[in-house]
């Protein structure tokens, strides 16, 4: 039975760590929020696992994957479901448990990316924080941005397999979540992340090589690639870049 | 050998997860830079694993745990390591990962509140963003905890085994972590979570429970437990409660 993933229909958003483990990976998969409600899919399939009272295990927001029985929700959990089961992760436990450790804080660099457009509140509209939304996002580029980079390149740097992958010799989700994040970064602060890039040598080329591989780079040649847009975590608002 | 914990000594911030998780199991361990210096100790032994180059798994930030060879960040990652061996997690897959999926969701409130005092950016005082703090915190205390507290409330009332844990019939990890994030929230928001936990008495159980466990109260009681305080996560500035 192929995967479920269950995501708002028209961002990347956080869902996109997880399609890129599926579609790396070439699993089956539903994005069931994209498919037609008349076959039992769009949002309202999502939302039934959101608000059905016989559900056990309720996910606080999507993302969320149902695989049979098991409903897991939290990019970082399903990815550590995943990673296993697509081959997306080393065999012993402490190769998982570091490749876990990457993702979640590639998580809070998320986070804080979301929070550039929305300091004050996820609830309010970002024309209503635009100034707030200035303050942090500098601090975000200058400051933040420099010290999450520079970590992930120091992990690249002191891989003893090699700078290819953040993990042992082969890919793993959290090279594909790096890629996903570099590109998030591009996307809405070229001028600032081409700058930051440049004393990151490793990660900018592993974001290029996963780019290259060749299920990614199908994948994202493909219209299951939503493009980035100003509903999403990367927003490109120029006001916010430098 | 004594598990290694290593995190700020000044406060409880996130390394108190993993303190209760500990002190819950009875477990041994040393909370290195609170330690002395002269014994190895203190905020420099702490910073070797940050700074040295041979450290092939450097942590982003504490916490981390040392276990032998083992360095793990990461507050949900290092719990998501001794939950099987403290015996706080169940021992199938599905209830690790549900586990895990409400110490992530805990761990999102967590950043959260902690960018109520903190909306433009960490490396700004305060001071220095004192009104987007308080818009910021106006938008938590209404609409987040709510929302938070009574997923929460549900995943407690639809447990199979009872509303008494988050997962199963005994404590678990998460059940010291929901604990912890309500205490923290009745430090920083007396009125509003008050108010809001009302509205979850489930929760409010839970809060309560945990805290007479024979070795969390002994815990609670003793000068290993910091006193909240300014410098942390969660921090009482009046003028930010309602």
């Not at 599926?22 to 699993?27: C, R, S």
């Not at 399903?78 to 979640?104: M, S």
């Not at 994040?181 to 440049?198: E, H, I, N, Q, T």
Request: hydrophobic letters at 40%.
């Amino acid at each position: 039975m192929p995967y479920e993933l269950h995501y708002w229909p028209t961002i990347q958003g956080r869902g996109e760590f997880v399609r890129l483990a599926l579609e790396a990976a070439g699993a089956e998969y539903v994005d069931v929020a994209r498919g037609a409600e008349e076959e039992g899919q769009g949002i309202p399939a999502m939302m039934r696992f959101m608000e059905d009272a016989d559900v056990l295990h309720p996910p606080f927001a999507p993302p969320f994957l149902v695989d049979g029985k098991i409903i897991v929700g939290q990019s970082a959990a399903i990815l550590l479901y995943l990673g296993p089961r697509l081959g997306l992760v080393g065999k012993t436990e402490p190769q998982r448990l570091w490749t876990h450790q990457l993702q979640l804080t590639i998580a809070d660099v998320v986070a804080e990316a979301h929070d550039t457009h929305h300091p004050v509140g996820t609830g309010l509209y970002y024309e209503d924080q635009k100034k707030e939304a200035q303050r942090r996002a500098k601090e975000f580029r200058t400051a933040r941005v420099k010290k999450f980079l520079g970590w992930f390149e120091t992990v690249l740097e002191r891989n003893p397999r090699g700078s290819e992958h953040l993990v042992g010799a082969r890919l793993s989700y959290a090279d594909l979540s790096l890629f996903q994040l570099v590109d998030g970064l591009l996307y809405a602060f070229p001028k600032a992340s081409r700058r930051a890039l440049k004393k990151v040598p490793r990660v900018a080329a592993l974001h290029e090589s996963v780019a290259q591989q060749r299920r990614v780079a199908a994948y994202l040649a493909s219209e299951r690639r939503i493009p980035f847009n100003e509903d999403g975590i990367f927003r490109r608002y120029p006001e916010l870049d430098a």
